[in-house]
């Protein structure tokens, strides 16, 4: 495929339906912090053609194309199409000088703040369990929804630890925040209506999850591998 902008390329919209290497490629450079025009500058390509990739679902680039874009975005040509999605997490190699750095509270924050997947431990009958799921961080707590009938509903009245990370593959480096504290039901209507009009989205899982859950914490540390 030609890596010039395609003739329908200009009515492209910022809410096309996007094809799974579009949303890796958007989701890759999003992370980095770069634009679409410093993608395109080091990739050798236009910009133009990285908005085609990352917002029609039929965009098919060709592997010379992929080598450059994955090179441009610290990543790997199988990471851009897929092909690790069912790999857990830090499946490469160490750098060659890892450092292992606390982090403050103030930065534990930063990292935890706004919303993502994290991991909530907690006792239960059958014996200690961990399952991950979709977190908001709202009025500096941590805040999630689940069904009455479901693991994370232990949560509430019990004591408990919540985790969230991040690993850079292509820079074999991460961080960690833990959060240990206790679990409330929240069932006032309007803190109720309050959390879902400010949750950003509703959980992957899907289903009626109607029983929020507050993490009240007690403390919060954190780590990351730093590389020298």
């Known amino acids: 495929m030609c890596e010039h902008t395609p003739s329908n390329a200009a009515s492209a919209t910022a809410d096309s339906a996007q094809g799974d290497i579009g949303r890796r490629i ?15 500058f080091r990739a050798g390509t236009a910009p ?8 029609q679902s039929t965009a098919m680039p060709g592997t010379a194309v992929l080598i450059r874009l994955a090179d441009a975005l610290s990543t790997s040509v199988t990471a851009l199409r897929g092909g690790d999605a069912d790999l857990p997490p830090g499946v490469g190699r160490a750098a060659l000088r890892p450092e292992l750095v606390e982090l403050s509270a103030e930065e534990c924050r930063s990292r935890l703040s706004g919303h993502g997947v994290g991991r909530i431990a907690m006792d239960t009958p059958d ?6 799921l979709n977190y908001t961080v709202i009025d500096d ?5 689940t069904t009455p009938d479901a693991v994370p509903a232990a949560a509430v009245g019990a004591h408990v630890a919540f985790e969230v990370d991040h690993i850079d593959e292509a820079l074999s480096q991460g961080w960690s925040v833990l959060i240990r504290g206790f679990g409330r039901a929240v069932t006032d209507p309007d803190a109720v209506r309050r ?7 509703r959980p992957w899982a899907g289903g009626e ?8 914490s007690t403390d919060i540390t954190g780590r990351r591998i730093a590389v020298r």
Request: charged share 30%; glycine share 6%.
């Open 26 to 40: 958007a989701q890759r450079r999003e992370e980095l912090g770069l634009s679409r025009e410093e993608t395109a």
């Open 48 to 55: 133009g053609y990285v908005q085609y990739l990352e917002e």
């Open 127 to 132: 014996g200690p369990i961990v399952v991950p």
């Open 141 to 145: 707590s941590v805040v999630f929804r």
């Open 195 to 201: 959390l879902t009009e400010l949750a950003y989205s």
């Open 209 to 216: 999850r109607d029983v929020w859950v507050r993490i009240e």
